[in-house]
């Protein structure tokens, strides 16, 4: 079921995001160097590695880690780079991954594929079972703030407790902790 609600709400986002996907990518074309679009190897349900896309907020040159990780990350940013994360544009081509199925609208954020701390606390608490998400319950209760152990701890009560209504309550959260620009660090 929940796929099904996957593919319908993604193709109907897609429709209704098509002007805003394409204004973006114009975007990042005109004030940086480089493709529109960032690819990052990411490791999804049961661990299986898989590339996701994002509009590209970091000039070409950016190590491939978690931005937590880096010493000064806004060094980094394009000249829009700063702007798509708070306003969470950068997101949009997500869309590919959850109409490919890789990814759901709301589950646990895939994790780079070098973020193995993140991956086996996971894994030992089962929460690789899980599809990753656009958003998820860690995303809204904290997103870039959170240490990895709170980040998991939260993974795994969604684990326990997903069900439709509890993503409809993460999703509503999500919208508004992005109006907000709640929780973004960089």
Same mark, same amino acid.
């Given at each position: 079921m929940k796929r099904i609600v996957d593919l319908v709400v993604g193709l109907?986002?897609?429709?209704?995001?098509?002007? $805003?996907?394409?204004?973006?990518?114009?975007?990042?074309?005109?004030?940086? @160097? /480089?493709?529109?679009?960032?690819?990052?190897?990411?490791?999804?349900?049961?661990n299986k590695l898989f590339r996701? $896309? @994002? %509009? +590209?907020?970091m000039q070409m040159d950016t190590p491939e880690m978690a931005t937590h990780l880096m010493n000064t990350p806004d060094t980094y940013l394009s000249p829009i780079g700063? %702007?798509?994360?708070?306003?969470?544009?950068?997101?949009?081509?997500?869309?590919?991954?959850?109409? @490919? &199925?890789?990814?759901? *609208?709301? &589950? $646990?954020? $895939?994790? #780079? *594929?070098?973020?193995?701390? #993140?991956?086996f606390l996971r894994t030992e608490? /089962?929460?690789?079972?899980?599809?990753?998400?656009?958003?998820g319950w860690a995303q809204v209760?904290? +997103?870039?703030t959170l240490p990895i152990p709170e980040k998991?701890?939260?993974?795994?009560?969604y684990l326990n407790q997903q069900s439709f209504w509890l993503d409809m309550r993460i999703l509503w959260m999500t919208f508004l902790k992005v109006l907000g620009q709640d929780g973004i660090t960089h």
């Amino acid at each position: 079921m929940k796929r099904i609600v996957d593919l319908v709400v993604g193709l109907s986002a897609l429709v209704m995001l098509v002007v $805003p996907i394409v204004m973006v990518a114009i975007l990042v074309k005109l004030t940086s @160097k /480089g493709s529109m679009l960032y690819w990052s190897n990411r490791v999804g349900h049961k661990n299986k590695l898989f590339r996701m $896309p @994002k %509009f +590209r907020t970091m000039q070409m040159d950016t190590p491939e880690m978690a931005t937590h990780l880096m010493n000064t990350p806004d060094t980094y940013l394009s000249p829009i780079g700063r %702007f798509l994360r708070r306003s969470s544009l950068d997101e949009l081509p997500q869309l590919w991954s959850i109409l @490919k &199925g890789d990814m759901s *609208f709301v &589950g $646990p954020r $895939p994790a #780079l *594929f070098n973020q193995d701390d #993140l991956i086996f606390l996971r894994t030992e608490r /089962g929460v690789d079972q899980l599809m990753p998400g656009l958003t998820g319950w860690a995303q809204v209760n904290g +997103r870039d703030t959170l240490p990895i152990p709170e980040k998991v701890a939260l993974d795994v009560e969604y684990l326990n407790q997903q069900s439709f209504w509890l993503d409809m309550r993460i999703l509503w959260m999500t919208f508004l902790k992005v109006l907000g620009q709640d929780g973004i660090t960089h």
